[in-house]
């Protein structure tokens, strides 16, 4: 009870007893009650509250799952403290940060290099690679944020792609462009400031395989003793949708050759993927994933987001020697060759040498398609069709061969529509295509049977 209500009571008994009117006794018999129930606190509490306070109240009581924890604090129920703290803060750890001490990939390599001086050149540019792929992996996360498809016509860079003949109206050409090209500066910058690295980009009259198609912008980089071909943004077309993609690299040894010039630069990069020293891919995806070999295990490194930083995740990286999954476009199934249609044919009534009926996975990103197939093991296959794309659609110089490589080191095979090594097969021309199938190392032998004609 207040003071005010307190001076009033007083007031009233004092005047009753002392002047004995009627009229003070009434009012103390109406005052009272009113005195007595304020003390216990509902009345005041009707009185000064809004109803829409009061209103909130009675839904949270009647919805438990939506109030807030109870609380001692007297703020207000809004505050973010309030709210359950593990929505905001996952409180959920690796097995790693357990330990406080992460392997990071900087880590890694500067002990793998120490372990194996001979390799001690590569180290600068996979640092150079892991920097740009964290930047890329941040440019395709916001892909959808800084542009989105509906509105993409008021900027310079779209304007000129709707200018563009080919440009598709629901704007997938143009992030594709717009991504390829940042990617393909960050990447470049990346290996400039190691101060070692020099970078051509070959010329679109190089790209005469299919006039029209976009184009990507791989990129040839060189040090001294070192020539690499990188693929910045494979499956950038996918970007707008938020589907995966991925950076694709694979580095050679370089001739040494008095001159330097672009001509003798693309005949230096021009080599089986058996003589790679390194290759490797960056996925970016529910997680960026950077995996690669340095010519024996193949490893893998997962970006954590709360360190920047890419932490040793998948360490010596194999793929399971049988998988129960192929991975193609079937849209071009028409112009297939018999023997691959034979072999899909029996793999999904499971009468392959399994007899365990395969299952269809296609992302149409290749990074994806293969990190997958790396994973969980399986076929990947981009076949000719001979109706459509009589060389599939994958280059072999800056895509099929370096995922090759590191397929090969992780236990599985790869291989071209002949049966014959991937690894192999020298390109003639930096965006040569090449028919390419990759997997597991026994699902690889037993389709080879039926490329080679042992079986159909
Ligand atoms: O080369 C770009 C790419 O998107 C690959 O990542 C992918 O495997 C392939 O093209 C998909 O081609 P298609 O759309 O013909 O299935």
Known sequence: ????????????????????????????????????????????????????????????????????????????????????????????????????????????????????????????????????????????????????????????????????????????????????????????NALKFTGTVQMIVPEAKEIAEQPGQHQPGVLIAYDQDNIACLDPLDGSGNADASICSGTVFGVFEKAKTEEINEETLFEAVLQPGRNMRAAGYCLYSSATVLVFTLGASVYGFTLDPQIQEFVLTHDRLTIPARGNVYSCNEANSEGWGDSWKAYLKNLKLGQGETQQRYALRYVGSMVGDIHR?????????????????????????????????????????????????????????IHQKSPCFLGSSEDMDELKKYLTGLQN
């Open 1 to 188: 009870m207040c003071l005010g209500n307190r001076s009033i009571a007083i007031w009233l008994v004092f005047t009753m007893v002392f002047q004995n009117k009627q009229y003070y006794y009434w009012c103390f018999v109406a005052v009272v009650p009113l005195l007595i129930s304020s003390h216990i606190g509902v009345v005041t509490s009707f009185v000064t509250e809004t109803p829409t306070f009061a209103a909130t109240r009675k839904v949270v009581a009647l919805s438990p799952s939506l109030s807030p924890p109870p609380t001692t604090s007297t703020s207000s129920s809004l505050e973010l403290s309030n709210y359950d703290s593990e929505y905001y803060t996952p409180t959920e750890q690796s097995p790693q940060s357990g330990t406080q001490s992460p392997i990071t990939l900087t880590r890694f390599l500067s002990q793998y290099v120490k372990d194996h001086p001979e390799l001690k050149d590569l180290e600068n540019i996979l640092l150079a690679v892991q920097m740009a792929c964290k930047t890329i992996a941040n440019l395709v996360n916001r892909a959808g944020l800084v542009y989105s498809i509906q509105h993409s016509t008021t900027d310079d860079i779209s304007q000129g792609a709707v200018n563009e003949p080919d440009y598709k109206s629901d704007g997938r050409y143009y992030s594709m462009k717009r991504l390829d090209k940042l990617s393909t500066t960050v990447l470049k």
């Open 373 to 429: 197939t790396l994973l969980y093991g399986g076929v990947f296959a981009y076949p000719s069709s001979k109706l459509h794309k009589p060389q599939g659609n994958l280059q072999l110089l800056y895509k099929s061969a370096p995922l090759a490589f590191v397929m090969h080191h992780a236990g599985g095979k790869a291989m071209d529509e002949s049966g014959d090594d991937l690894l192999n097969k020298r390109p003639e021309r």
